[in-house]
């Protein structure tokens, strides 16, 4: 029998709503604290930060679906519904009982999954009147699916870039710039939180803490501008949901369930889509699916953080948010998967991590090449070095199924492709990358100095 390799969705069946998990946990997630009194935000709060419909949707704990615009649906349609496809190849390499899926959002025209919530963002601002917005990029995905996204609603965007990825990926800038963005190398002489880190660090390469940072202070202080984010946030992971849900249909038309879901973990957002319309299932309905989120080991906050009130920033301008954190002032090692040099886990993946409802396991660099490398010689497409740790981690469990002798449904999200990533590939095929280890030491110089809230 002829077997199906990519299970596909017609577009009318791209989903017309979102679904927020946090309305039917048992356990809400704490709330978000504001920094100088300490007392829970209230939507008004987030008011001159984010879009007024983004701020309801981030505190939402309610309504588990929300509707997706209809000038947004519009948009996903370019590259939505995303092909759900069975590794055949994969499996065969690896000689697993496993069956192996991956959702496939390489395909967006930006290269990864951002563009589902750049899209969402760039429309709810657009709609209340803004004109300009801001935000900051890693490894520069969520800046170039930003950037279209702007463009497609009339907006001005401005970018402050992580001065070692504006360095080392020169091409996401020119993408950005082509979609007619302005970049600016973070950290930078034009906001007070860039010249503070300058002065104490001239040579700092940047980290997203310090961008973020940089894009709050200039959202806060130019009229009708607003800032955006593109991961740990709740409203970014609702977004994302769109994954997960047309995942949930193609799963059914490939006659599985899946037993794990894999995604990997920068803040949390590729990881919530393609697992929180799985895990109703397993609140609801008691299924008993597992939820891996890959993280890299010199990166590991959800493996050796710790659970406390933390900021999203280095500064300290964000809300205090309840989260696993490596502390805001940890510095990353520079591994090539820039968009997992994130210090926290969104708060929402937190409280789900305390009440055990997800697992995460942490990825060495060179592991996740390793497999990045065999996903390219066997399924055909060269990974983001991020979403190649979701691969190292879905292989593992592969392995395992081997070993034992069980065949399990193992699904992943191939969050992002890693063609504008060569150089990064260029370096580990020339033997040039090395793992980075951590001591509990070095973790607790960080951890220990945030206050104890929780
Ligand atoms: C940004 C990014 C990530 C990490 O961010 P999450 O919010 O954790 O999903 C992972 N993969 C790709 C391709 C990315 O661009």
């Known amino acids: 029998m002829e077997k199906t390799k990519k299970f596909l969705l017609p577009e009318n069946e791209l989903p017309t709503k979102w679904y927020n998990i946090v309305a039917d946990l048992v356990n809400k997630p704490m709330p978000m604290l504001h920094p100088g009194t300490k007392q829970p935000i209230k939507e008004e709060d987030l008011y001159p930060l984010f879009a007024k419909k983004l701020a309801h949707q981030e505190l939402n704990q309610t309504d588990p679906w929300i509707d997706i615009p209809e000038e947004v649906r519009e948009q996903y349609k370019i590259y939505r519904p995303t092909p759900l496809v069975r590794a055949y190849s994969l499996e065969k390499a690896l000689d697993t009982p496993a069956h192996i899926y991956f959702k496939n959002e390489s395909v967006s025209p930006v290269g990864s999954h951002k563009l ?6 760039a429309y709810y601002c657009k709609e209340e009147g803004t004109t300009n917005i801001t935000t900051e990029t890693g490894a520069g995905q969520w800046g170039t699916a930003l950037s279209f996204a702007a463009k497609v609603f009339g907006l001005e965007l401005a970018v402050y870039m992580v001065k070692i990825s504006y360095e080392q990926k020169p091409y996401r800038r020119s993408l950005m710039q082509t979609w007619g963005a302005q970049v600016i190398p973070s950290p930078s002489m034009s906001t007070k939180a860039g010249r503070q880190i300058l002065t104490d ?92 989120a890959a993280e890299p080991s010199s990166c590991p906050k959800l493996t050796r953080g710790k659970f406390e009130y933390d900021f999203g920033d280095e500064a300290g301008y964000t809300p205090l948010l309840p989260m696993f954190t490596l502390g805001h002032n940890f510095s990353p090692a520079h591994i090539h ?12 993946v937190s409280q789900l991590m305390k009440d055990g ?76 990358l090395i793992n980075y280890s951590l001591s509990d030491e070095e973790i607790a110089i960080n951890t220990d100095k945030l206050e104890h809230l929780v």
């Open 116 to 121: 589902n919530s750049a899209l969402a963002q």
């Open 201 to 292: 660090h001239p040579n700092y390469q940047g980290s997203l803490g310090t961008a973020i940072s940089e894009a709050i202070e200039l959202a806060m202080q130019t009229p009708n501008c607003k800032y955006t984010l593109g991961s740990v946030l709740n409203h970014v992971s609702l977004h994302q949901t769109v994954i997960g849900l047309e995942a949930e249909k193609q799963m059914e038309m490939a006659g599985e369930y899946p037993d794990i879901v894999i995604g990997c973990f920068g803040g949390g957002s590729n990881f919530s889509g393609i697992s929180f319309p799985f895990m109703r299932h397993s609140i609801k309905d008691g299924k008993k699916t597992r939820f891996i």
């Open 337 to 348: 998967a820039g968009g997992l040099r994130y210090h926290g886990a969104g708060t929402i």
């Open 357 to 432: 409802l997800m697992e995460a396991v942490d990825i060495k660099q060179l592991d996740s090449f390793k497999a990045g490398v065999l996903f390219a010689q066997t399924e055909g497409i060269v990974p983001a070095p991020e979403s190649a740790h979701a691969i190292a981690a879905a292989i593992d469990e592969a392995l395992k199924c081997k070993e034992e002798g069980i065949t399990k449904t193992i699904l992943f999200n191939l969050s992002g492709h890693g063609l504008v990533d060569m150089s990064a590939y260029d370096q580990y095929l020339a033997g040039d």
